[in-house]
C-alpha cells in the first residue's frame, strides 16, 4: 500500500479495488481489457459482490445489465436484488415490524421516531434499561415475536 501510494499517487484502497476488479472480471471471468474498461471500474465494483455469488449464467447477466444501464438505473437493479435475496434474522424482521408499527401509531417518519425515542429515553436510567433490554431479547429469542401487546410490561 505505501509503496503504491508514494509511486503511484494513488490510494491504497483504490488500488485494492482495482486489484479485486482485475482478479475477479479478468482472471476468474476471463473478460477482455476491451469489455472491462467499456464496462468501467464503478459499475465493476457495484456488482462484484453479487458476482461472487452467482453462477456463471447469472454473472453474465449482471455483465450486460452493467454494459447496458447507467450507473444510476445499475444502482438501482442491486439494491433490488440485495433486497430480494437480504437473510433476515429475528432481529431484523422484530426490528422491522416494530419500526412501521411505532411510524403508524404515532403517525411521523422514521427520523421524528428516533427523535420521539430520544426524547422519551433521555431521562431513563440507561443501566436499567440496558438490562430490561437484554431480559426482553432474551425471553424473544427463546419464545419467539410475541404478537402486539397493548402494555410493555405484558411481554
Not at 426524547?119 to 410475541?146: L, M, N, Q, W
Request: hydrophobic share 35%.
Amino acid at each position: 500500500t505505501d509503496y503504491i501510494e508514494s509511486h503511484f499517487n494513488m490510494p491504497g484502497s483504490f488500488a485494492n479495488k482495482l486489484i479485486r476488479i482485475f482478479k475477479q472480471f479478468s482472471e476468474k471471468m476471463q473478460l477482455d481489457e476491451t469489455t472491462i474498461v467499456g464496462i468501467g471500474i464503478d459499475k465493476l465494483s457495484l456488482i462484484l459482490p453479487i458476482i461472487k455469488k452467482v453462477d456463471a449464467i447469472e454473472q453474465d447477466v449482471w455483465i450486460k445489465k452493467a454494459t447496458d444501464m447507467t450507473i444510476g438505473e445499475l444502482k438501482e437493479e442491486v439494491e433490488l436484488y440485495k433486497e430480494k435475496h437480504r437473510k433476515l434474522n429475528i432481529e431484523d424482521v422484530f426490528a422491522d415490524q416494530f419500526v412501521e408499527r411505532m411510524v403508524t401509531d404515532l403517525n411521523c417518519s422514521k427520523k421524528k421516531l428516533m427523535y420521539n425515542l430520544a426524547v422519551y429515553f433521555h431521562y431513563e436510567d440507561h443501566e436499567s434499561v440496558c438490562d430490561d433490554i437484554a431480559a426482553r431479547s432474551t425471553k424473544i429469542k427463546e419464545d419467539g415475536i410475541p404478537a402486539k401487546k397493548t402494555q410493555p410490561s405484558e411481554i
